[in-house]
Structures are given as C-alpha cells and as structure tokens.
C-alpha cells in the first residue's frame, strides 16, 4: 500500500467524520442565517416606553432589512397591575405580578425561540434578568432600555447584558434643571419612599441630587439652600402632597421635579388633577400633554434611547464571541423642551439665558 494511497483513505475517513458531527457540542436549537427573533418586555403601556420602543424596533428593522435579515417581534409584553398599582419585581405587591409575566414566557416559548430579550426600565428589566429566562431559553442576551441607574439595578457587569440608561445620571439632570432658574427657585424632588417597594429609580436620582447639593454649597454660597429639596414621603404621591403656584411670588412657589413617580400621576392621567390646581412641576417625561401642562420639560429623546439598543444588538451580531457584558452603558444626554407661552400664563419665572440658547443642540423651543 502506497503511502499516496493511506493519506488518501485518512483524509476520506476524517472527512466522514466531521461530517457526522462526531465529537461535536451538542447544537444549540437552529436560528435561520436570515432572521432575528426579538421578545420586547415593557414596564408599563405608557407614552415613552412606547416611543422608545417603537425607536429600537424602527431602526434595527431598517438596518437588519440592509443585511436581508427578518426582524421577528414574538411579542410585546406589558404587565397586568389593573389589580394593584406598578410595582417593582422586588415589592412583595409586584413580585407576583411580574411572576406571572415571567411564568408565561417560559411556558409559551421553547430554548431557541427568542434571540434577545428587550426590557424597558428598571423594574421589567430586574424581573427578566432574575427569571433566568435568557439562560432558559438559550438566547443570546437581554438588552434593557431607559434604566435609570443600571448600576443600582444590578445590571452593569452581568454576563449576557447590556443597555441604554435614561439619560446621563442625576447629577447631570440636576445641572440641567438649575440652569433654568433663579437661584433662590424653590425646586422640590418628591417621591414615594415607603421601605420595601423597590423605588429604585426615585432613589437613585435622590441620592445624586444630594451629592449636587454639596457641590453647590460651595460654588453658590449666596443661593437658597438646599440648591434642590429631597422630600421623601411614605406612600404614593396624591395632589394633596403639592402646593399651588404663585404668580405674584414665583421664587417661593414650589415647583416639582418628576421623574418616576410624579411622572407617573401625570402619565395616568395626563395631568388633568395638577392642571386644575396650577401646580408647578418639570416633568422628565416627553409628551404634547406635559408641555402644554408645565411649559419646561427636561428629558431625553425616548426614541434616540431605543435606536442606541438597536446598535448594541447590532454590534453583538457582528461581533457574538464578545460578552454584552463587555459594553459601555449608553447615556443619552438630557434636553430641555420650553414652551414660553404655556410659562407665561402660568407665571413660572426661567432665567433669561434659558431663552436664548437657540445654537444649543440640546435646548427645543415650541
């Protein structure tokens, strides 16, 4: 036999054998080359996780439709709290809630049917990262968006998770916020604070707003102190808990900061209660309603947030040996809306520069 002839049958025998899989891992379930199949988890059917959904799923569609890939939604999810209020997954109140939410995910859908979990906000996102889910269902990560402080929400640094934060942190909001107004503005940041429900969000910004008060102590010594109130209270905000503007005294009006919770009352009810009763506020929330309701909104774009999601996925597919773990937490940067009429009637007082910073990419006036 010719040592031509044994390479020959070797090659032949190896070539078999690969063929077979022998020796091989056990094969993940088959996801076709041209498809990505998404589950798009939601905190609450409200008007900015929805623009931040729509976002994502906007600009990956269009750059998957560039690479002939499908974009599969499987669904669009949004907790049942019609029984009880929005709670977070660590709330004994909320924690069957999204126990439910989880349960039947796990129930409809087999490994290798969802190729990312896409969570919106603090709570949605904490519940599918502590379901396992992503594990279970052999997928190949959960990318949140609009997380206030991924870092509180235990989301930075774990295998298989990456995301958009809501903006640049609370400090920046701050900063954002003072930049509009006199320096003896009475500017209030109330929020449910009752132990046990989870009010990450609320919290995290609280505690950034306590290092910006320190911060101005010293550079600002002349303005009110605090710079900015915390004023926890123990149970959900109602209208009671916030005084009226003052047209002939704006400096020592109130005027509140929303962000979770007290966006929250405006969302359910489109602010109609704090209209009615000419309550001062600068909602963080972005729609029609909110500016026509306070004149000054300081916010992010909700759905630049979803296109940022959109890109770490992409970026993924191109590169999947890497762990999301691996990215950076995108950080959009805060804007301001102000509609100078809507101030007017109201009688909340801006400082004049706010008017005039047309070139500033991040100032829209309506």
Do not use: C
Not at 72 to 79: A, C, K, L, N, Q
Not at 295 to 317: P, Q, S, Y
């Amino acid at each position: 036999m010719s040592r031509r002839f044994l390479a020959r049958q070797i090659f032949v025998l190896f070539a078999l054998i690969a063929a077979s899989g022998i020796g091989s891992a056990v094969a993940e379930p088959a996801t076709k080359a041209n498809e990505l199949k998404i589950l798009i988890v939601m905190g609450e059917n409200v008007y900015y996780e929805k623009e931040i959904a729509e976002g994502f799923v906007g600009r990956l569609r269009r750059k998957l439709a560039e690479k002939n890939v499908e974009l599969i939604e499987r669904e669009r999810i949004v907790p049942d709290f019609s029984e009880s209020k929005y709670a977070s997954p660590d709330s004994p109140k909320g924690a069957d809630v999204w126990r439910l939410v989880t349960d039947a995910i796990n129930k409809k859908y087999n490994a290798g049917d969802i190729d990312y979990f896409i969570t919106l906000g603090s709570f949605a996102s904490r519940a599918i990262k502590n379901s396992d889910l992503v594990q279970m269902k052999h997928a190949k990560g959960q990318v949140y968006l609009g997380v206030t402080s991924p870092t509180s929400a235990g989301l930075v640094g774990q295998p298989g998770i990456a995301g958009v934060q809501y903006g640049s942190g609370g400090v920046d909001y701050g900063r954002k916020i003072l930049e509009l107004f006199p320096s003896n503005q009475k500017l209030i940041f109330i929020y449910q604070a009752e132990k046990g429900q989870g009010n990450i969000q609320d919290e995290s910004i609280a505690a950034d707003f306590i290092k910006l008060n320190k911060e101005y102590e010293t550079r600002y010594p002349n303005a009110r102190k605090p710079r900015l109130e915390i004023r926890p209270i123990d149970g959900l905000i109602e209208v009671q808990d916030l005084q009226q503007g003052n047209p002939a005294d704006p400096e020592n009006s109130e005027i509140y900061i929303g962000w979770y919770g007290l966006d929250n009352i405006l969302a359910h009810t489109n602010g109609e209660r704090l209209r009615q009763a000419n309550i001062w506020i600068v909602p963080s929330s972005n729609t029609p309603q909110n500016l026509d309701l306070a004149g000054v909104i300081v916010t992010v774009d909700d759905r630049f947030v979803g296109e940022l999601g959109a890109d770490i996925i992409l970026k993924h597919m191109a590169n999947p040996q890497i762990d999301l773990k691996q990215e950076k937490v995108r950080k959009p940067r805060f804007k301001v809306l102000i509609k100078k009429e809507v101030l007017k009637a109201k009688g909340v007082k801006l400082l004049d520069a706010a008017f005039t910073r047309q070139e500033d990419v991040t100032y829209t006036y309506r």
